[in-house]
């Protein structure tokens, strides 16, 4: 990959996440952990983003950067493939809880006209199902996060309390080669595992990008989970680690 190209996918990678380090970049670009340096030490000091111990930071606060809508186009194929996998898991009558995120929004888009009930603290839900009659839509309470269309805080967490699913479609910012799933956003990371506390099943739904991913919070364990929903080129190693765990694989 030439060197220009190369930083443009780092960019783009670091806007996204909020938090990279250089392995997952090295990882994912194909590339040697030394040629990562080099280019995190050049993007630093163009002022492109910010380097910090062991990877990069952006030079401005993710979200704002980086709107919803672009990042629903970021390896936009894959997640539609996941999202159709997912929607076959669905059986009418289901309660479901949708978590927030671009891949979410996708299975929404799969789940209109089907008399099923739905639960979100995603504002991307809550557009994509609110002018169906079929679908019952439960919209959690909370604070704004607009950048992310979503709702966050104590509110949200104390909605959730009242709520029992029959499954769970969650995402992540990364799944770590032991199984464990991680995350970007401090907010984002209690109403996930309020969700998982609320649901019989829990569905993760992550597209061959998050293995590694990227977060420095945990989440919860393999163990937590007991669907994977992914597609082909995620990485073998971390899918026998949620096996062995007790989740089943599904690739889309």
Same mark, same amino acid.
């Given at each position: 990959? +030439?060197?220009?190209?190369?930083?443009?996918?780092?960019?783009?990678?670091?806007?996204?996440?909020?938090?990279?380090?250089?392995?997952?970049?090295?990882?994912?670009?194909?590339?040697?952990?030394?040629?990562?340096?080099?280019? %995190?030490?050049?993007?630093?000091?163009?002022?492109?983003?910010?380097?910090?111990?062991? &990877?990069? %930071?952006p !030079?401005?606060? #993710?979200? #704002?950067?980086?709107?919803?809508?672009?990042?629903?186009?970021?390896?936009? /194929?894959?997640?539609?493939?996941?999202?159709?996998?997912?929607?076959e898991?669905?059986?009418?009558?289901?309660?479901?809880?949708?978590?927030?995120g *671009?891949?979410? #929004?996708?299975?929404?888009?799969?789940?209109?006209?089907?008399?099923?009930?739905?639960?979100?603290? !995603?504002?991307?839900?809550?557009?994509? %199902?609110?002018?169906?009659?079929?679908?019952?839509?439960?919209?959690? &309470?909370?604070?704004?996060?607009?950048?992310?269309? !979503?709702?966050?805080?104590?509110?949200?967490?104390?909605? +959730?309390? /009242?709520?029992?699913?029959?499954?769970?479609?969650?995402?992540?910012?990364?799944?770590?080669?032991?199984? /464990?799933?991680?995350? *970007?956003? %401090?907010?984002?990371?209690?109403?996930?595992?309020a969700?998982?506390?609320?649901?019989?099943?829990?569905?993760?739904?992550?597209?061959?990008?998050?293995?590694?991913?990227?977060?420095?919070?945990?989440?919860? &364990?393999?163990?937590?989970?007991?669907?994977?929903?992914?597609?082909a080129?995620?990485?073998?190693?971390?899918?026998?680690?949620?096996?062995?765990?007790?989740?089943?694989?599904?690739?889309?």
């Amino acid at each position: 990959m +030439l060197q220009r190209l190369r930083h443009a996918e780092i960019m783009r990678r670091v806007r996204l996440s909020g938090a990279t380090s250089v392995r997952d970049l090295a990882s994912q670009l194909g590339v040697s952990p030394s040629t990562i340096r080099r280019d %995190l030490e050049v993007l630093d000091r163009d002022g492109t983003l910010r380097r910090v111990r062991g &990877g990069a %930071l952006p !030079s401005v606060d #993710a979200d #704002a950067d980086r709107p919803f809508a672009e990042v629903a186009e970021v390896d936009g /194929q894959d997640k539609e493939a996941v999202a159709a996998r997912a929607a076959e898991l669905v059986r009418d009558g289901d309660v479901v809880l949708l978590d927030i995120g *671009t891949t979410t #929004a996708c299975l929404a888009r799969r789940l209109r006209g089907r008399r099923v009930t739905v639960v979100t603290s !995603s504002l991307a839900v809550l557009d994509v %199902l609110r002018c169906d009659p079929e679908v019952e839509l439960l919209l959690l &309470g909370g604070m704004v996060r607009r950048s992310y269309h !979503s709702l966050v805080g104590v509110l949200t967490e104390a909605a +959730l309390k /009242q709520v029992v699913a029959d499954r769970v479609f969650l995402g992540a910012s990364g799944v770590r080669p032991d199984g /464990q799933l991680v995350d *970007t956003t %401090l907010a984002e990371v209690p109403l996930k595992r309020a969700m998982i506390a609320a649901a019989g099943q829990v569905l993760l739904l992550v597209d061959r990008h998050k293995f590694p991913g990227t977060g420095a919070l945990r989440v919860c &364990g393999p163990e937590d989970v007991d669907v994977v929903v992914t597609n082909a080129g995620a990485d073998p190693a971390t899918l026998r680690s949620l096996t062995a765990a007790g989740a089943e694989v599904l690739l889309a």
